[in-house]
């Protein structure tokens, strides 16, 4: 199949006129149902950006296709509950689950239980909304959601003495499991409120909640069932759960407040007391101007196809749904070492770093640097409180441990570097960066330092665990070095260059090597095995982003590293390979679906070859990506399959993960970058078609620029970049 081809006609439809004259909200171009079929592992609720609240329908079943509660193939709803993971490859949350029906409702064996049908034609979402119809209750239920609000309208289409809402505490599916509930019903106020603790991948997780009814159940019934510690078999607490038992009419409405802490449940009450609104339409009309104000942060042209318009701007929603905000209104949160803290700006939890850290924070820090100075910020004050070390990845108070490496650093150091993160206390940073390179008695660390690499025979994901490491140690010396410690700083721009000593010149790959010194035998770079994580070896051979030409000089020059980059993205995986999930969205041996990689086409500009970059772009773009809800090629991990997306249709990407920005060919002909409270940035493509996607020339401000890459500080002064594109294919621009 020719993918050029279909790239090329992808993007004359994306560049075809589409009326200007059509009403153009951007939160109403988002379709949060993209990614909730195959591997996208999204969820459609509704969520304010970067909020707490993610509420969303869950289908009642475990399983890998529904980490997100939700699985778009299905047909069961058994429950909404409040907190969801957004693209994750592990099941956890969902906690405080309401679920209204008619008796008598549909039951099932556990876990599936009381549920509902539903049909997609009776669906619709949008940014901070969703709406599904509940059969054969004909309830229409509707969502949405403030920072630490979740709101949910149930209308009920027909009349029913029998209506009875289920909340539901012990409720728990995937890895979650609930430890301990409790549960208060204050009927003169139409209040319930209460807590859940829960064991899953986040440990210990605590969480508090606040419900206020619009109306008052006709009766109450409480119970509870005892909840038992999987290992000891010894009681740890209750589930307690609630039945709300109403007689309705034909078109009567409840609505459900629920407002969440981590901290306890007068802090849930002081947050729902903040943020209420006086009705559900104030509560969608905050939650709509709120995704405007954040979508508006990049603009495409009006023109732009529909397909396209709803899959840039779905992108744009999924990377602002994580990381979450953990603070409450006051400031106060749960740190991982169970005391409360209270900071200024909002503290922040579910960071997703082995993904986040190569587009999603870069993209930030140009269109959300208050956002991102508030994220570094919660990353460094987790590492104080988490007895000197930074996350791997985090969310509830909790560090999962998922993942490898320490990739807190590279977004800490382009903060910094940036300006703008500062740090109060230098001294206090210092030491929590040297802690967290040196960890000991932690995934190889001490190996990895006393042998300059990780071997094979003492830890798996050895040849991932090195080049992460030396990829970590350049982000450390970059903190180490702002901050003043220069000596220190250089020693680990010299480990950084570790990843070269798992180069075996005789068969051209990083190999894992063994404690001894010697490479480890029955060497595959096809195979999938314990030494890479989530890849192999040919997908791990380019994973020093922070030294492109270094690894250029190593294959040879800039022929040989072409030539093997060429070869990277035509060799067919061999029938003797079985692709595990992870390895989705394939070119070749490259995995889009799969972050490892996601730098690797923009490789070819550092050996001076945009075009091809501009080639595999596009056809990633066109084709990997849609507005359906199989549109997402990989697991979205909390924002980074589609952060990809946005840097790199509008034609800026970070390939070092720092504050360094390729310039490449934008998928739109005018794009402009309008962060929260600074100046425009506008790209202008002139001449951009699907013949001519090549730059032939750039200019800066009305200036001739010879440069393939534009610093952050350039981008946060405004102004207009202007790329002259051409159909001639073997074009350079750049010295």
Not at 168 to 182: F, H, I, P, V, Y
Not at 217 to 228: F, G, V
Not at 243 to 269: C, F, I, N, P
Not at 385 to 393: E, R
């Amino acid at each position: 199949m020719n993918y050029r081809y279909l790239s090329l006609l992808a993007l004359g439809a994306i560049l075809m006129s589409f009326s200007l004259e059509r009403p153009y909200k951007r939160s109403k171009l988002v379709d949060p149902l993209i990614g909730t079929d195959w591997v996208g592992n999204t969820y459609p609720g509704a969520s304010s950006p970067f909020g707490m609240v993610q509420l969303s329908p869950d289908n009642g079943l475990p399983g890998w296709d529904r980490i997100a509660g939700y699985f778009y193939p299905d047909s069961t709803i058994a429950g909404f509950s409040h907190t969801h993971l957004s693209g994750t490859g592990a099941g956890d949350l969902y906690d405080i689950s309401f679920m209204p029906v008619l008796e008598p409702a549909l039951r099932a064996e556990a876990p599936l239980g009381v549920h509902a049908k539903f049909r997609h034609s009776q669906e619709e979402a949008s940014a901070g909304h969703y709406s599904v119809l509940l059969e054969p209750y004909d309830i229409r239920v509707t969502l949405t959601a403030t920072e630490h609000i979740g709101v949910q309208q149930y209308r009920f289409n027909r009349a029913s003495d029998s209506a009875v809402v289920y909340l539901d505490l012990a409720k728990a599916t995937n890895w979650d499991r609930t430890e301990a509930s409790g549960l208060r019903w204050d009927a003169s106020r139409r209040e319930i409120q209460g807590y859940r603790y829960s064991d899953g991948w986040a440990r210990g997780q605590r969480v508090y909640f606040y419900t206020r009814l619009s109306r008052a159940p006709k009766r109450i019934e409480l119970d509870s069932i005892p909840l038992y510690h999987p290992d000891t078999k010894a009681q740890q607490g209750w589930g307690y759960t609630a039945r709300l038992h109403y007689s309705v009419q034909a078109g009567d409405e409840l609505v459900v407040e629920t407002a969440l802490s981590g901290v306890s449940q007068e802090a849930a009450r002081r947050n729902y007391m903040a943020e209420r609104a006086p009705s559900f339409a104030a509560y969608q009309a905050k939650v709509a101007s709120a995704w405007e104000r954040h979508l508006g942060t990049i603009r495409i042209p009006q023109a732009t196809a529909l397909a396209t318009a709803r899959t840039f701007y779905t992108a744009m929603y999924h990377a602002m749904i994580c990381p979450t905000v953990y603070s409450d209104v006051d400031g106060a949160y749960r740190g991982p070492d169970g005391k409360i803290h209270r900071g200024k700006g909002k503290h922040y939890s579910t960071f997703s770093l082995w993904d986040t850290y190569r587009t999603a924070h870069p993209m930030y820090n140009i269109i959300l640097p208050r956002y991102n100075r508030d994220m570094v910020h919660s990353l460094v004050e987790f590492g104080h409180q988490n007895k000197g070390h930074l996350p791997i990845w985090n969310m509830w108070a909790s560090e999962t441990d998922m993942m490898i490496g320490h990739h807190s650093l590279p977004v800490i150091a382009a903060a910094l570097e940036a300006g703008i993160y500062k740090p109060k206390d230098k001294e206090a940073l210092r030491r929590t960066v040297l802690s967290t390179l040196n960890r000991k008695g932690y995934r190889a660390m001490e190996e990895y330092r006393r042998l300059g690499y990780v071997p094979s025979d003492v830890h798996k994901e050895s040849l991932s665990l090195t080049l992460e490491y030396a990829y970590d140690d350049w982000a450390g010396a970059r903190i180490l070095d702002y901050l003043g410690y220069k000596a220190e700083a250089q020693s680990y721009y010299q480990s950084a260059r570790n990843y070269r000593n798992h180069w075996d010149a005789e068969t051209g790959y990083l190999r894992p090597r063994l404690a001894n010194g010697d490479f480890k035998g029955d060497f595959d770079p096809f195979a999938y095995t314990e030494d890479v994580t989530e890849s192999n070896a040919y997908q791990y051979l380019w994973s020093a982003q922070h030294d492109p030409e270094g690894l250029m000089e190593m294959m040879g020059g800039r022929e040989q590293f072409v030539q093997r980059l060429d070869k990277f993205f035509a060799d067919e995986t061999p029938s003797h390979i079985e692709l595990p999930i992870f390895s989705t969205g394939m070119i070749g041996q490259y995995a889009h679906g799969n972050e490892p990689g996601h730098h690797v086409p923009f490789l070819y500009y550092y050996a001076g070859q945009p075009w091809r970059t501009t080639e595999l772009v596009y056809d990633i773009l066109t084709r990997l990506y849609t507005d359906k809800p199989d549109g997402i090629c990989g697991n979205e991990d909390c924002g980074q399959m589609s952060a990809w997306y946005v840097m790199s249709a509008i034609g800026l990407y970070p390939v070092e993960a720092s504050n360094d920005y390729l310039i490449t060919s934008p998928l739109f002909p005018e794009v402009q970058i309008a962060p929260l409270g600074a100046k425009p940035f506008t790209i202008r493509a002139k001449g951009l078609s699907a013949e001519n996607k090549y730059i032939k020339s750039v200019r800066l401000n009305g200036k001739p620029y010879p440069h393939k890459s534009l610093d952050l500080k350039t981008i946060q002064r405004g102004g207009l970049l202007e790329l002259e594109m051409t159909a001639e294919r073997g074009v350079c621009w750049y010295k």
